[in-house]
């Protein structure tokens, strides 16, 4: 007894499940006598009639349908197909269908990736080679309950699914992509695992194509293909996944048109009506008792081999349950009509697969038929759900295959000019838009290798995207010939990144990898795919896929280089992070009421949280007369932003470095202080506005002339010339020496009397002297080298103008009628710092809604972004703390903090105080939430045409906006 017990613990977990029936439901009683009660008072005819399903091709009109129609009324056919049409249409056939049914029809497609194989409007999830590089197989599951969930939604109830073909062979023309790979481990983790997700949907899974048709050069839609190998080579590769799945209850198996001379002693006997594979191997061996499908009957695999009807009775008589889209039904169903009066096929197998067919109908409940309903069917099929788990599959998907010397995540932005290159016949946008959210990637061209690698002489690294149609898994997916001698030129002179939006295989056709410093596999060219693999590239997310093929000799199946993410900001849809869409479209509604009161011509909305960006969109105009709408790319001025922005963290760094400390007296830092009135006023206290400071000084109304107010000739030139060559705007140029003057000013200037909380841009302009002095260099260049450049803050700038932005990407900020008097665009609009040349330490910043996330992310992750730490442990802590909040004074060393007067009581009640904030003159805003892990950015240009316009401030837009984002916080 303990030797019986050993061996049956030592047998596969297959042959210990081959009793279960994988179609009986959970009260196996009523189910039987549901099956029994209909096929009593069935005909013959209409029993055969059960063996039958029938193929419909909605687009092809109503002669077609009629068809379908008749063949349902006459010969009571058991199924229908569905092919190429839309939801809408095919639910409203499928009621009429089912309505002119005498027995409930089982509904049939090909959703291998989702419904959209074969409908428009659909949902389409990534292709199986894609599921194949994906380690989790419960993010497999999850696709399958999805695509089960839109299966049945539609009146579907069983998806011919999933393809557990192991495709061994690259050149195979038919399966390919369809395949989960070619491990046959790995096809059958992920074949389970997908039958399992629509099981738990309520749909029925189909594994095909039987006996495997991975390993195939020619496709059975057009010839039988031939199947060479040993029956012990089929039995331990091909036959695999069939025997895991059948060990967890597969429903149904669909059987292919295949030659297999070991299977099949008969030459060119297809296995689609060989008894020795279907009977023999199928439900003797392998013990399968559930529902077994033809493969299409009009292939040219099964169609070439006889005549119609004679192959719908050789494929019942080898075993086959349903038949599936018969050449000729009246003719085939008179061929088993016959077959049974004379006895050739018995009452018992007749009964054996009308039986299975109405279990299996039962089990698709089927036996409490309901008509589809119609309403809210388009967005059920197409979720967020569905949009979460894309971007979660392609993101665990991505593979680098290669990664000479740690090059991705690609690190150190300051010291990398970047070129993207495109190669393929498809697009590649996406995948370039996304690398430039990271930093300034360049798209280069060139008629010939020459040209194309003169162009790509100033940059270091090069990142080429090989795009090919994703129409459909049969599209090509090789580089050119000119691609492939190209490729290796630019790679013998840079450093490439190559990354491939199709099937691995396309690597194969290389015929060196050695030039080549990293591979990146994103498998398709999918507007997700292109985002994920730019995300992997710069360190957004990690690394995680493995090749599901053999990609190349040097590219083995299973290969998979695991990246680890630097903590910059990747871009998802909100209910990824736990948001609320919903919730945050109303975002659209009160900028854009904004702009339609005229409070500002346009604006720019970022809402991120945990890390990620969902939510960034951009409004309006650049004034309310013209014609350029904003783009996310634009650059507005962001006034008072500078501060936190630019100066900040050079005060940070100088004290992170022992140059400075917040406790340091001005009169230490600047010498010149020294015996003035500023000189015992501490940092700490000037950070927080409660040094006593003045507010401002009019530095420019000391220039314009009293009664035309006008600039004075004594200290402007229209044109630069001499001393004249401080650039205020395009046509005023200021005296270089008045920069001295200005600060002269402010070291005159008294000291309020009351020591209180009194907001002041003047301990700004102390700092920046400070740190110019510290370092020998300006504040633009200091900012620039220690955040922007390694961040990746590319249009984050002073002076944008003069950094090579087109004005016409810069949004205005007034039309100047009192010191400038003219458009203020690509010039700061701060008078101040206007006269200091563009560079102060309280204005003179331009940037994006993008950038300044990035910089606000990396305050929100205490200094860490990219790989990097831009201060030392602590840093951004101390500043964020409310020294003074039991004085009244609630700001942290530079930032803003929560207060009442700034949120409203409502507001600030809701928000943690440990919230940092700072606004802008302009118009702007920037909110941090480390606790709710929250970054909220608003750009606008409410200054324009004219500063006094404050409805912006008096509506509380930017609050109201900040409202909504707590509102949409679901967990």
């Excluded at 092919?83 to 509904?107: D, R």
């Excluded at 999805?146 to 049945?152: C, W």
């Excluded at 040209?451 to 090069?462: D, G, I, R």
């Excluded at 339609?596 to 004034?623: C, D």
Aim: with cysteine.
């Amino acid at each position: 007894m303990k030797k019986i017990l050993v061996l049956l613990l030592l047998l596969p977990v297959w042959c210990l499940a081959q009793e279960t029936d994988p179609l009986s439901v959970g009260n196996e009683y009523l189910q039987q006598k549901w099956v029994d009660s209909i096929y009593k008072k069935m005909t013959l005819k209409e029993k055969v009639g059960q063996l039958f399903m029938i193929d419909i091709f909605p687009e092809k009109g109503e002669k077609q349908i009629e068809k379908a129609e008749k063949l349902i009324r006459e010969y009571h056919v058991g199924g229908v197909i569905f092919f190429k049409g839309n939801p809408y249409q095919q639910a409203l056939l499928t009621n009429k269908l089912q309505a002119t049914s005498k027995v409930p029809l089982m509904v049939g497609m090909d959703a291998e990736w989702g419904l959209a194989m074969r409908l428009d409007s659909t949902f389409a999830y990534p292709w199986n080679m894609t599921l194949g590089a994906v380690k989790d197989n419960k993010l497999i599951e999850q696709v399958g309950y999805q695509i089960g969930k839109h299966a049945r939604r539609l009146g579907v109830h069983i998806n011919f699914a999933p393809d557990i073909d192991i495709n061994t062979n690259p050149e195979n023309p038919i399966i390919g992509n369809r395949s989960f790979g070619e491990d046959k481990f790995n096809v059958a983790e992920k074949g389970a695992a997908f039958a399992r997700g629509m099981r738990n949907a309520g749909v029925l899974a189909c594994g095909k194509h039987f006996p495997g048709h991975g390993d195939t050069q020619t496709d059975s839609h057009k010839t039988l293909p031939v199947i060479s190998f040993s029956k012990t080579r089929i039995s331990n590769v091909e036959l695999y996944p069939y025997n895991r799945l059948i060990s967890e209850n597969l429903e149904s198996v669909m059987v292919a048109h295949l030659d297999v001379p070991a299977l099949e002693s008969r030459s060119g006997y297809p296995s689609s009506i060989s008894r020795n594979i279907i009977t023999g191997l199928l439900r003797e061996e392998l013990g399968f008792k559930g529902l077994i499908f033809t493969d299409a009957l009009n292939m040219k695999g099964a169609s070439n081999f006889t005549t119609p009807g004679d192959i719908d009775l050789a494929a019942f008589m080898a075993g086959n349950d349903m038949l599936v889209m018969s050449l000729d039904v009246p003719k085939a169903s008179l061929k088993l009509t016959e077959a049974y009066e004379k006895g050739e096929i018995t009452e018992e197998r007749l009964a054996y697969s009308v039986k299975k067919i109405l279990k299996a109908k039962y089990k698709a409940g089927l036996h409490k038929y309901a008509p589809i309903k119609t309403e809210n069917l388009y967005e059920d099929l197409n979720t967020r759900r569905d949009s979460m788990l894309e971007a979660e599959v392609y993101a665990m998907a991505i593979t680098v295959a290669k990664n000479q010397d740690s090059i991705l995540p690609l690190k150190e932005l300051e010291n990398k000019k970047i070129a993207y290159v495109h190669f393929g016949d498809d697009r590649g946008g996406d995948f370039l838009n996304t690398l430039n959210l990271y930093t300034r990637v360049d798209y280069i061209t060139g008629n010939t290798p020459e040209e194309l690698l003169k162009n790509l002489e100033p940059y270091n690294t090069v990142i080429i995207g090989h795009h090919r149609s994703n129409a459909s898994p049969w599209k090509s997916h090789d580089f050119t010939v000119k691609e492939l001698s190209w490729l290796l030129e630019i790679a013998k002179k840079k450093r490439v990144v190559l990354t491939t939006f199709v099937k691995p295989y396309s690597l194969l056709k290389l015929s060196t990898l050695e030039p080549i410093e990293s591979i990146v596999v994103a498998y398709q060219n999918s507007p997700v795919a292109q985002q994920k693999a730019a995300e992997v590239i710069f360190g957004a997310i990690g690394a995680r896929g493995t090749l599901p093929v053999t990609a190349n000799k040097e590219l083995l199946v299973n290969t998979g280089i695991e990246t680890v993410p630097l903590g910059r900001l990747q871009y998802a849809i909100p209910e990824s992070v736990g948001m609320d869409s919903d919730i945050l479209k109303k975002i659209d509604s009160i900028t854009k009421d904004a702009i339609k009161v005229l409070a500002m011509p346009g604006a720019q909305v970022l809402v991120a949280r945990k890390g990620t960006v969902v939510y960034h969109k951009s409004f309006g105009r650049h004034t309310y007369t013209g014609n350029t709408p904003v783009r996310n790319d634009d650059l507005y001025d962001v006034a008072s932003l500078t501060k936190i922005l630019a100066t900040l963290p050079v005060v940070m760094k100088m004290q992170d470095e022992g140059k400075i400390a917040i406790d340091s007296t001005l009169g230490s830092i600047l010498p010149e202080l020294k015996g003035t009135n500023k000189q015992d006023l501490t940092v700490k206290d000037l950070l927080l506005h409660y040094a006593r400071v003045k507010p401002w000084i009019p530095f420019y109304r000391y220039t314009l002339d009293k009664d035309t107010h006008m600039p004075l000739e004594k200290y402007y030139s229209k044109t630069p010339q001499g001393k004249f060559n401080v650039k205020v705007t395009e046509h005023l140029y200021m005296r270089e020496d008045y920069k001295d003057s200005i600060f002269q000013n402010i070291v005159d200037s008294d000291l309020l009397s009351k020591k209180e909380y009194r907001y002041s841009d003047l301990g700004y302009f102390m700092l920046q002297k400070s740190a110019e002095k510290t370092y020998s260099a300006t504040l633009d260049s200091l900012a620039d080298a220690l955040v922007y450049s390694p961040l990746g803050a590319n249009r984050t700038m002073f002076n944008p103008l003069e950094r090579g932005v087109r004005k016409e990407q810069i949004v205005p900020s007034e039309a100047d009628d009192y010191f400038r008097h003219e458009v203020v665009q690509g010039y700061v609009h701060d008078m101040a710092a206007a006269m200091k040349g563009g560079v102060s330490g309280h204005a003179g910043l331009f940037s994006d809604a993008n950038d300044i996330a990035k910089i606000m992310q990396m305050f929100l992750q205490k200094g860490y972004y990219g790989g990097k730490n831009y201060f030392a442990e602590g840093t951004v802590d101390e500043f964020n703390t409310c020294y003074y909040c039991n004085k009244g004074v609630e700001r942290g060393l530079g930032f803003d903090k929560p207060r009442p007067e700034s949120l409203g009581k409502k507001m600030y009640d809701r928000v943690p105080k440990s919230c940092f904030s700072h606004s802008g003159f302009t118009g702007t805003y920037a909110w941090a939430d480390p606790e709710n892990e929250l970054v909220y950015v608003f750009l606008s240009n409410r200054t324009y045409p004219t500063a006094s316009n404050r409805k912006l401030i008096t509506m509380g837009t930017r609050t109201e906006i900040l409202g909504v984002i707590y509102d949409a916080l679901k967990n």
